[in-house]
């Protein structure tokens, strides 16, 4: 099957942009902290999941997705409680799918439109517009070409994923797919998604990057950069848009409050010292770390109780007082 190649330009700015991400990425405390606490992660989460639905006019707050995904009774449209739920388990897939496949992007789909949508995780039989009141302002392409225009994307991107930088291919794919528009409902959701789905089976720290959030605080932006790709028949300008929310995203998650309060959490030699014995150890006790690591009874308790306080270990015991608990990774 010949494959047409989806039409863009690569600019000073787009490579720009990229260095900026990737230098970031390896210095940023945020990407290290992500991987020390989880209540970061599920922060960063909760965001992504929040913000993408917003862009969609789902009414919950913040507070009450945050309610909906910890199984706590919140008073809203059971659509858009649904759809809190149907995103929650899609995010949850990422690891597992891949990303270079069609029919995994179905379930997906599937997934962010259960209950929902009853051809959910099926590509649309019928035309589709967008309309800004009553004014048509895109026309989707006919449904009959949807599979065809799908499988070209895809067989594109698996052509070359080794050779274009993920950032950009990512963001490319990110418009073809709005373009193509090939489900009947939930097409904004299922393609900020994948491009986080893209980016984390490239560098896992993406994958709890809240990029939708900084979408949504730039949505007017957002659309006008696909109209005006929409008139000129190609996606450079969307590109360079993507790439500018990914920048923003890093920086504001760095200068985060929560990355300030994590500042202090930041470990020490010793602390440092006791969790690589815990980690090699798997399960050990507190007097086994001290006569591993010869640190002092007192300073090792006293870290102990740190690293458990700040959610990086788990005690094993019967009680919070047995002398004889064991201490393992939290997972």
């Not at 190609?234 to 993507?242: D, G, L, Q």
């Not at 030699?269 to 690591?293: D, F, M, S």
């Not at 010869?294 to 700040?310: A, H, Y």
């Amino acid at each position: 099957m010949e494959i047409n190649y989806p039409p863009y330009k690569i600019t000073d700015k787009m490579l720009n942009y990229v260095s900026d991400i990737m230098r970031k990425i390896g210095e940023a405390n945020y990407f290290e902290s992500l991987n020390r606490y989880p209540e970061l992660r599920r922060k960063s989460r909760i965001r992504s999941i929040h913000s993408s639905l917003a862009i969609e006019n789902n009414q919950l707050s913040l507070f009450q997705v945050e309610d909906v995904i910890n199984g706590r009774p919140v008073i809203g449209e059971q659509k858009d409680i649904q759809e809190v739920k149907n995103a929650y388990e899609a995010y949850e897939q990422i690891d597992k799918v891949n990303p270079y496949s069609i029919e995994d992007l179905k379930k997906i789909h599937g997934i962010l439109t259960f209950l929902i949508e009853k051809d959910a995780g099926k590509f649309r039989n019928h035309g589709e517009a967008v309309y800004d009141g009553d004014i048509e302002i895109f026309m989707a392409p006919p449904h009959k070409l949807v599979p065809s225009l799908m499988d070209n994307l895809f067989n594109w991107m698996n052509e070359v994923k080794d050779t274009i930088n993920p950032l950009i291919l990512s963001s490319i794919f990110h418009y073809e797919f709005v373009f193509i528009h090939p489900f009947h409902d939930g097409n904004g959701r299922t393609a900020r998604l994948w491009q986080t789905a893209i980016l984390s089976h490239w560098e896992k720290a993406f994958k709890f990057l809240p990029i939708e959030s900084m979408i949504k605080k730039n949505q007017e932006e957002y659309y006008t950069a696909i109209q005006n790709c929409n008139n000129a028949g190609e996606s450079t300008e969307f590109i360079e848009f993507m790439l500018k929310m990914i920048d923003n995203t890093i920086d504001e998650m760095n200068n985060s409050k929560e990355m300030k309060d994590k500042s202090i959490l930041l470990l020490s030699e010793n602390e440092q010292k006791i969790l690589e014995c815990i980690k090699k150890n798997v399960i050990i006790g507190a007097k086994e770390i001290i006569e591993k690591t010869q640190i002092s009874d007192r300073t090792v308790r006293r870290i102990l109780k740190k690293l458990i306080d700040s959610d990086i270990i788990s005690s094993v015991g019967s009680s919070e007082k047995d002398p004889n608990k064991k201490y393992k990774i939290k997972e």
